[in-house]
């Protein structure tokens, strides 16, 4: 028995897959369709950085997000408006690659559209290394001045200084369970699987 397992894909690519294959597939992050979803709980993790960032007294705070045509961008972005909705907080989301370069022309991007923005809470580590890079080459200082938070818990941001706060993500666990189901070896105990808050240096 074998499959396909999709991982990083684009929104619409579920409209393109014959029926016949649905059960034969699964899929690493949000999907639809009867096919079969292994994921973080990415909202749980993003919504608990942003009350860790707002129980620090924190007011403005930015989300840096992915490109609109992951499917985990939207469920984020939700995340974090639910929660600065309940705050009464501004909402401010800017999209951008998953790159470190991206990261910090969008932090830049930031800091002259809000100059009063306070943090900023990146959808990945990769994303919130190119803003700390950003924001030390501009002489801002992380968290005194701006508060960084990345998701997923890289192991580089053990590294970083000052090290990054972040939110867990078990790629590892998601990718053997989806496997193991996907090829008949053993039915998953769960699909989804927890986020918690890490936090360090710069949050």
Do not use: K, N
Not at 76 to 92: I, K, N, S
Not at 140 to 160: C, L, M
Request: no cysteine; hydrophobic share 50%; glycine share 8%.
């Amino acid at each position: 028995m074998g499959g396909v397992l999709l991982v990083d894909y684009a929104v619409d690519v579920l409209d393109q897959v014959p029926p016949a294959l649905t059960p034969r597939l699964a899929a690493i992050g949000p999907a639809a369709r009867g096919v079969r979803a292994f994921d973080v709980d990415a909202a749980a993790g993003i919504a608990g950085l942003m009350r860790h960032v707002l129980d620090g007294g924190r007011r403005d705070v930015v989300m840096l997000a992915g490109p609109w045509w992951l499917p985990g961008t939207r469920r984020a972005v939700d995340a974090y408006g639910a929660v600065v909705a309940d705050a009464g907080a501004p909402r401010r989301v800017v999209s951008t690659d998953l790159t470190a370069r991206a990261g910090a022309d969008a932090v830049r991007e930031v800091r002259r559209r809000w100059p009063r923005a306070d943090a900023v809470v990146a959808m990945s580590d990769t994303l919130a290394l190119g803003a700390l890079r950003a924001l030390a080459e501009d002489g801002v200082a992380v968290p005194d001045d701006v508060a960084i938070t990345g998701f997923d818990d890289q192991p580089f941001v053990r590294d970083v200084a000052p090290t990054l706060t972040t939110a867990t993500h078990p790629v590892e666990e998601i990718a053997a369970a989806a496997t193991a189901e996907l090829l008949g070896r053993r039915r998953a105990e769960r699909r989804t699987f927890p986020s918690h808050v890490v936090a360090r240096a710069t949050a």
